[in-house]
């Protein structure tokens, strides 16, 4: 299918002619804004879902265990080990690289206290997913505002253009690595794990799809 198929981020009329753009319009960056909200909003759903990590937190856990530093630090250590990686793949950061750190984190503090915790296995599960999907769709909203991506999804992007593969396999390719390599280490995972895993590459292109199908009418 051909939702599933997409090589690069799709351009449209909103979207930033550069990365590195000190002086973006105010649609460009509204919704970049958007779309990190959904982001953190989608993660903050995994993490109150109660069914596993998304596969990065697995690894931070793991390292967290081996070298006795905080998950938090290790996060962050991580971030910045994935940044070094842009400069092979001739990644450009920008406005969008900083605001993704920035949001994302004040939308998963704020939200994490309103959302439900199901008391049933599968609601969490549909919780889950749903939370999947959202950090997906929100990838593609602020991926095509071209303001510059999140350390993972410039990773994911730097990779596919190396590859030329669809977007979905690679991320897919991507977080896979990083569970096994958490998992290895000592880092827990459950079903909500594998379930971002396997469905977020596949949620990042459905984002891209939309987003610049509607763009075009």
Known sequence: MEIFSIKSVPTTRWSSDRPLNLAPKFQTVFMLCIGLALFGLGESLIITASVGMSPWTVLAEGLSIKTGLGIGLLTFL???????????????????????????????????PYLPHPESYFLSV???????????????????ANLGPGPRDGLMTGCQRLT????????????????????????TIGV?????????????????????????D
């Open 192 to 216: 909500g794990t594998i379930i971002f895993a396997l469905g977020v590459g596949p949620s990042v292109s459905v984002g891209l799809y939309c987003i610049a199908a509607i763009s075009k």
């Open 78 to 112: 991580i971030s910045l080990s994935v940044l070094l990686l842009w400069f092979p793949l001739k990644q450009s950061a920008g406005i969008g690289t900083i605001l993704n750190v920035v949001i994302i984190a004040s939308v998963i503090t704020w939200s994490l």
């Open 164 to 187: 030329g593969l669809a977007i979905a396999w690679v991320r897919a390719f991507l977080e896979v690595t990083v569970i096994t390599l958490g998992w290895s280490l000592g880092g």
């Open 126 to 144: 549909v919780q889950a997913i749903f939370g999947t999907l959202l950090v997906g769709f929100g990838s593609g909203i602020y991926l095509i």
